[in-house]
């Protein structure tokens, strides 16, 4: 030991880190690999991994594996919803366009976050997942029928609605994955689509003519005579 050093030679200090900010770290590195992977391929030693903790430090904030996949997901919803607040800017399909791009801001900056959410099918959506996804899924829904300024909608209105928001939940993964399409560009194909849907849909529900009527100034098409 030299002079004037003190006795021992002690660890460098680990970071102490508040409770908040531990779990958002465990949360963010559970998300990076819920949205690479199936969450079953996911093991409670795989987050502790990547976040650089312990296993039981894991099952301390969270008790299991469920219980970790579902908090993940709440955080990466509730980060979503944030955007989708409604923001009034305009003509109908101006909000519209308003919302789509910070849906895709979200997308294209909580990449895993955003593909965990939507990973999987049907089977994985049951209980209290299904009801995370959902909750997104009605919070996005209700957002386009301000947007549209519709009232309660039609079966035909709901029926295309729905369609036209799962096409944008495919739309980002397809883009997270390739990236092969200016992102502008794929938000004003999506705009458009909607426009298209409600065209289709317009030939069968007067409601939903009246609406696109409104949108774009022109006459909507009229259902043909005798069916």
Known sequence: MTPGEPAGNP???????????????L????????????????SIDDVASAAGASRALVYHYFGGKQELYVAALRSAAERLESRLRPQECGAPLDELASGLGRYFD??????????????GGPANRAGEVGEIVDGVRRRLFHLVLRQLNADEPSPVLRATLRSWIASVETAGLDWLEHRDVERGTLERVLVEQMVALLGVAAVHDPGVRLLLERLSGEPAAREPAGR
Do not use: C, K, N, Y
């Open 11 to 25: 660890r460098p200090a680990r970071r102490r880190l508040s409770v908040d900010r531990r779990r958002e770290e």
């Open 27 to 42: 949360i963010a590195a559970a998300l990076e690999l819920f949205g690479a992977r199936d969450a079953e391929d996911v």
């Open 106 to 119: 979200f997308v294209e900056e909580h990449a895993a976050g955003f593909a965990a959410l939507l990973r």
